[in-house]
């Protein structure tokens, strides 16, 4: 059965897709669910996950991903509201904000929600970097100012961000879950 991900987002489609790429297909669903504000990426995708499933009619499973950045000198921000700061101030802007500070580190976190008639389950991943100036022409959002190891995250093949992602983390521990579940 095809993973219903709810999503407008080109590049979380792409990852997803190769990763599950020997497990199911994706299916990319355009609905634009509420995103609540709050500072839990669970909450945010777990809300809407819940209510993309319900629209559709309560039937069809549906994956929805939230993911943030979170700056370690800045409090977090913008953590939760990253699409946000990316449509308003920038990627660049953000980089020029991080550079101000001695401590570069970051973090970046998904959390998946998968809604079916059972309930809702979230799975988290996140990974720690370093920003820096702008790099590489892969990837999207802030991967050409995420270092992993030397490389920004837009510098490497979808492959190798994967292996390393948050969104690889959270799809790893979503695809155990979801194979012992159809077992
Ligand atoms: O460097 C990045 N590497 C990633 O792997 C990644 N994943 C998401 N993002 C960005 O972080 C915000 C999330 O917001 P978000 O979860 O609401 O997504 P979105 O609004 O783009 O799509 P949707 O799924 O909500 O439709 C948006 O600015 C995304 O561009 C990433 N940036
Ligand atoms: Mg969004």
Redesign the pocket.
């Known amino acids: 059965m095809a993973i219903r991900f709810?999503?407008?987002?080109e590049?979380?489609v792409r990852?997803a897709r190769e990763y599950l790429a020997d497990i199911e297909p994706v299916e990319q669903i355009d609905y634009?669910y509420t995103?609540i504000q709050s500072d839990s990426?669970a909450e945010?995708a777990a809300h809407?996950a819940r209510e993309a499933f319900d629209e559709a009619g309560g039937e069809q499973p549906v994956l929805?991903?939230?993911?943030?950045?979170f700056v370690d000198a800045l409090g977090g921000f913008p953590g939760p509201y990253?699409?946000?700061?990316?449509?308003t101030v920038g990627?660049e802007r953000l980089w020029r904000l991080a550079r101000e500070e001695e401590n570069r580190r970051a973090h970046?976190k998904?959390v998946l929600a998968y809604a079916d008639e059972t309930g809702t389950e979230t799975f988290d991943g996140s990974v720690a970097g370093t920003l820096v100036a702008p790099r590489g022409e892969g990837?999207?959002?802030?991967?050409?100012?995420?270092e992993y190891n030397g490389q920004t995250?837009?510098e490497m093949s979808t492959e190798e961000?994967n292996a390393i992602?948050?969104?690889g983390r959270a799809l790893a521990a979503f695809t155990e879950w979801y194979a012992d579940r159809e077992a």
């Open positions: 709810v999503t407008g987002n590049g979380k990852e634009d995103e990426l945010i809407g929805v991903d939230d993911a943030g950045l990253s699409a946000y700061v990316e449509d990627v970046f998904t990837g999207f959002g802030y991967d050409p100012i995420f995250m837009a961000k992602s948050h969104r």
